[in-house]
């Protein structure tokens, strides 16, 4: 038989459940951080290198509250020119080890997500 948890018992494990869920909440916090720096690096790449005229961030790091522990950026770029795109995904893909990126063309992408790009893209 299993025995109830004292009162004193049951407050520590308040405690550690509150003190893993602050720590998950700042990891969190760091990892949007560098998801961000991420997409702003991403942005110059794209410019600098491969002539993009707009970058746009979307999908849930674009959001307020859809970001998540395994969440990656999206990006979108105009104006790079179709022969130069998988060099370019090849390029952001060499930016970090630990968040994905993904690039997608907006000449070629699908209707629905070209209108998900549009409707809550963040430029950078």
Known sequence: MSSIPTSEEMARYRENLQ???AEDQQALARRKARAWGLARR???VL???FAATRVVVFGSLASEDRFHARSDVD???LGIAPDLTFRAIGQ???LDSEIEI???DVNTCRPPVLRLIEREGVEL
């Open 75 to 77: 990006v979108a770029a």
């Open 19 to 21: 003190r893993r869920e």
């Open 47 to 49: 410019k600098a290198r």
């Open 92 to 94: 952001l893909l060499c």
């Open 42 to 44: 991403a942005a110059e």
């Open 102 to 104: 993904n690039l997608v």
